[in-house]
């Protein structure tokens, strides 16, 4: 009966909603889980969910993290989250009331060492103004 009437129904509007919802509900519950419950040594420093991403019908998600470390490989911290992956569905199922869990893919996020990379150029081109001004 709502093909009779696609104005009145807000469907991509209440969709994209209850996405965003799931996206920050998963971003969450697997920030807890890595937090309290893994206990991986590849998965060693600072490991942060930055967004999920999951998809309209909720079959998939893809999972983008940032991987702070001085000693760990992001790579192997990569592979080490995705060989885990049956895990953090399985404890996704027990923590959300959710009819289906999505099946998770991890990704490698670079903005945050993007971010800082550019600030630091931004630094050195303030220092070497300033000392470019003193020698004037």
């Given amino acids: 009966w709502w093909h009779d009437r696609p104005n009145r129904m807000p469907w991509g509007f209440a969709m994209s909603r209850r996405i965003e919802r799931v996206n920050e509900l ?8 890595l937090l309290r419950e893994v206990q991986d040594p590849r998965l060693e420093g ?17 999972v983008f993290v940032s991987i702070m470390s ?11 989250l995705n060989a885990g992956a ?15 869990v999505p099946f998770l893919t991890f990704r490698l996020d670079l903005s945050i060492q993007e971010g800082a990379a550019v600030l630091a150029h931004i630094d050195e081109v303030i220092h070497e103004d300033e000392a470019a001004h003193k020698g004037e």
Avoid: C, Q, W
């Fill in 46 to 62: 600072l490991i942060s969910i930055t967004h999920v991403d999951v998809s309209p019908d909720l079959y998939n998600a893809r």
């Fill in 70 to 80: 001085e000693t760990a490989d992001p790579g192997e911290a990569l592979k080490a």
């Fill in 86 to 100: 049956g895990f953090f569905h399985r404890e996704l199922k027990h923590r959300l009331e959710m009819r289906r």
């Fill in 26 to 33: 998963i971003r969450d519950e697997l920030s807890d889980l």
